[in-house]
Structure formats: C-alpha cells, structure tokens
C-alpha cells in the first residue's frame, strides 16, 4: 500500500493559464475522488468516480473543470483559464467500493497547492 | 440539507491534559456515519475515528474517544492525555446523504498542545 499519490505538490501559474494535477488512487481502490480546500476552511467536494464513470459533480464545479479517469486508474483534473480564486489545495481521496464509508473510509493524498498569480 | 458545523475555530491544551472539540450535523437520514479526521502541517488527511449513527455505543480508538448524541445531532471528540503530536488541524465530517457516496465536512478547528 503506496497511499494516494498527487503531482504536482505545487503549482504556480499565472491567471488565464490551463493546468492539470494527476492523482494516483491506492491501486485496488475504485473509487475516487476530488476536494478542493481552500486556507483555514475545510475540504469541499467536487467529483467522484467509480472505476472510469464519473458519478457525481458538485455545483462547485464550474464549466472550467473537468475531470477525467479513462482507464479507471490515476484521475486527472483540469482547470482552464485560472482565476485567483481558484487558488486551493486540491485533495484526493480513494477507498474500495465495496461497503459502505464507514468501513471502507477514504484515504487522502497530500494534495496539490495551486497558487495562480 | 447536510451540514456539519465546528464553530470553534481554534483551541488549546496542556500536554497530557485532556480537551474535546465539538461538532454538530443537520441531516434527514436515520442511518449514516460520521468522523473525525486530523490534518497535521504535512497536510495530509488522516482518519481519527469512525461513528456508525445506528450504534448507540461511543466508538473508542486509544486515546480518542466520541461523544455522539444522535437526538442533540452532536458529535464531540475528546483526547485524552494530550501530546504534542496532536496538534493539527481536525475535522468532523459525515456521509449524511445516505447514498453512501461522499464526505461533508465541517471548517475544521485548529489544535495547539503546550508543552
């Protein structure tokens, strides 16, 4: 057991620049999921995947992020032409799908901190 | 609408003392989970402790304890024998939908422990 790995660690990008963090899940956990943090407040959800369908989106998501999990595997998330406040920690979390959330509880990576300029 | 609240934005022990942080959710369901996860400076999340809503008994784990009161929807967690690798930032949160799909969570509170 690897835990959930991030890339980057870090980004700096400057504002109206697309950028793109990968996330490696625990390899027999299928689903997957992202969460935005934002400094002193709490994880807030954005996506989750099953395998490669992607089952639920949150409002929080605007038209500039999309989030892609073609083989099932590592998880992609895009952010197009980034404004200031898209600055965050980009968490990711994986578990088996199998039980319910108590049993099988998300396991988060270090994230990514994206800083835009 | 799920919620879960910490209205406590920062606290404070004294090592090897004991200290609760407190939490309260808003939810429908009858039958969901709730947790406690701590953040350290490292940033990541690790999970604490686990309660199952339908489990009158407190779920324990070492030195971490709750105390949930489903009718008051209030879930407190309480550490014992304080050390300095507690302080972090913690978080409650829940699955409250009862789809079994994600995690609420609450604006955390921060820790510090005082040698």
């Known amino acids: 057991d690897t835990g959930v790995s991030q890339n980057p660690r870090h980004k700096i990008t400057k504002r109206g620049q697309n950028v793109t963090f990968r996330c490696d899940p625990i390899?027999?956990?299928?689903?997957l999921y992202w969460y935005r943090q934002t400094l002193g407040q709490g994880p807030e959800f954005l996506t989750y995947f099953q395998n490669e369908a992607q089952l639920e989106k949150s409002r929080l998501l605007s038209d500039r992020f999309s989030a892609e999990r073609p083989k099932g595997s590592f998880s992609t998330l895009e952010i197009q032409r980034t404004e200031q406040g898209d600055s965050a920690m980009y968490l990711c979390a994986s578990r088996p799908s199998l039980g319910s959330l108590g049993n099988s509880p998300l396991h988060f990576g270090n994230g990514t901190r994206l800083t835009v300029t | 609408a799920q919620t879960v609240t910490q209205s406590q934005p920062e606290m404070s022990v004294q090592e090897a003392e004991t200290v609760t942080l407190s939490c309260t959710y808003d939810?429908?369901?009858?039958?969901?989970?709730l947790f406690w996860y701590k953040q350290p400076p490292s940033r990541q999340m690790i999970l604490v402790i686990r309660q199952e809503a339908y489990k009158q008994q407190n779920a324990t784990e070492n030195r971490f304890s709750v105390n949930f009161q489903k009718a008051a929807k209030s879930f407190s967690l309480k550490i014992s024998d304080s050390q300095l690798g507690d302080a972090a930032m913690y978080f409650c949160a829940g699955d409250l939908t009862g789809a079994n799909s994600k995690l609420t969570f609450g604006k955390g509170i921060t820790l510090s422990v005082r040698p």
């Open positions: 390899s027999e956990h299928n689903r």
């Open positions: 939810t429908s369901e009858s039958d969901y989970y």
